[in-house]
């Protein structure tokens, strides 16, 4: 496996590390605060930056099955952090988080997830 794809997968883990802090914190207080923003902002930048390193490293095309689930999720977490960080904006403080906005928090987070896991057993069946 090349450096960069190691650093790829160094860095998506970490993305999963900040991704499930931010999202099971929401879902257990039903609220955003700073905490959650941080967590949730320095998932999206890690996931970015391990898709580039994933993209850059792979010897395959970057429209594969993996990737496209993988860029779905990408963009289903970046569209929460910017409702999330919307409704924080809103008070500037701890917020309650909308009823439909907490379950596309739950189901991005899901579907993210799932192309996490999906990218594992890629790599772990070849």
Known sequence: MSPI???????????L????????????????????????????L?????????????ENSFITFHGMIGYLALIVMFIDSIFLWKTWLAAKATTPVPAKLHLYSRYAYIWWVVAYITGALIVALN
Request: contains cysteine.
């Open 5 to 15: 794809l190691i650093a790829g997968v160094t860095i998506v883990n970490l993305a």
């Open 17 to 44: 590390i900040a991704y499930s802090v931010a999202i099971i914190t929401e879902q257990r207080k039903k609220s955003v605060n700073r905490f959650i923003l941080t967590f949730l902002t320095a998932g999206v």
């Open 46 to 58: 890690l996931d970015i930056t391990a898709t580039i390193c994933m993209i850059i490293g792979s």
